[in-house]
């Protein structure tokens, strides 16, 4: 297929290249897949099961659901002039504003240099247990409570070279998601059901960063893509090299970038698109070998759980947490 779902070249090169040079090789590889983008009809086969891609109306109904689970996101209809003809005015994008990063990523650069290699340009852990209870993840305990889950949530973005689902391959199990998200009457009863842990909401009392993270679909990739813009301790905006503190030092620069939002305009950090599909066709997979029907609604979760490997310090997921 034309729309084979790599990253390109610049994103796993060397780093030996200037940076000009890689943000150069970006900008003609945007200005490509716009073109093809605006030439090719939208998607309208599901290829969820096959691929790991979702159609404009996947996007829609996973949306639909992460609203309703989880009040704190809503949806945004964007800029009139900017908007998308295949979905709907008032759901353009997905966004959750003010979401609490206390901590700065490097408290967990040193452990991960220690237990992770990368694989195709993500972060697949080795001798480090995904599941709570392993040596490695409580040493990291030890020192940080919540970056440890959020390290172990990084093996979800892990692109394995056995393209296989397992108790040790660094993928958690999302086996029962189905189920953890089972519908209890209201978001409230939600949060306690079973699979879940109420954690502490964020001390808004507390001068500390924090970012409007926002969901876009990606027609070129057919996947959702996330976008991050930060704020000070004092509400001023973040620049770019400051963002990407909050970012994993494996993926800065790699498959993270600065681009134009699609539809504010204004330049916000972004994790590139061109793995997602691959990471979710696993997790897919690894349901069908377990004779788990895949439901796409549940999409989006899955989604934003392994990029929370990517920005482990950014507490998107505040008001509940799911337990693997």
């Known amino acids: 297929s034309s729309h084979s779902a790599r990253c390109p070249t610049f994103f796993v090169a060397s780093c030996s290249f200037p940076a000009h040079f890689h943000t150069m090789i ?8 716009s073109v093809v983008s605006s030439l090719s009809a939208t998607s309208t086969e599901s290829k969820f099961v096959q691929e790991g891609k979702l159609t404009p109306e996947e996007f829609i109904a996973t949306g639909d659901q992460l609203v309703y689970k989880f009040p704190t996101w809503e949806w945004a209809s964007g800029d009139p002039s900017r908007r998308a003809s295949y979905l709907p005015e008032d759901k353009q994008y997905l966004i959750t504003r003010q979401v609490p990063c206390k901590d700065r990523v490097k408290v967990l650069d040193r452990v991960l240099d220690q237990t992770t290699r990368e694989v195709d ?3 697949t852990f080795e001798g480090m247990a995904s599941r709570p209870g392993s040596e490695a993840g409580d040493d990291l305990a030890e020192g940080a409570n919540a970056e440890s889950a959020a390290a172990a949530a990084a093996a979800a973005a892990a692109d394995l070279d056995d393209g296989e689902l397992g108790d040790d391959d660094g993928l ?3 086996g029962d ?9 209201d978001a409230a009863a939600a949060s306690t059901a079973a699979g879940y842990i109420v954690a502490a909401a964020p001390d808004e009392t507390a001068r500390i960063r924090t970012y409007d993270l926002s969901v876009t679909y990606d027609k070129y990739y057919q996947v959702p893509r996330m976008w991050l813009f930060g704020y000070d ?3 001023n905006p973040l620049k770019p090299n400051e ?3 909050d970012v994993l030092k494996e993926y800065r620069e790699k498959t993270v970038t600065v681009d ?3 539809l504010t305009g204004t330049p916000t950090v972004s994790i590139h698109p061109c793995k997602h599909s691959l990471v979710m066709k696993k997790v897919v997979d690894g349901w069908l070998e377990r004779g788990i029907t895949p439901v796409v609604d549940n999409a989006i979760f899955v989604f934003l759980k392994f990029i929370s490997g990517v920005v482990p310090t950014i507490n998107y ?4 947490d799911m337990e693997f």
């Open 260 to 262: 134009p939002h699609p």
């Open 172 to 174: 958690p199990d999302f």
């Open 177 to 185: 998601l189905d189920a953890d998200l089972a519908d209890e009457g």
């Open 121 to 123: 340009g993500w972060l």
């Open 243 to 245: 963002v990407f503190e």
């Open 233 to 235: 301790e004092y509400s």
């Open 26 to 33: 970006h900008r003609l590889g945007d200005a490509y897949r």
């Open 317 to 320: 997921d505040f008001t509940t």
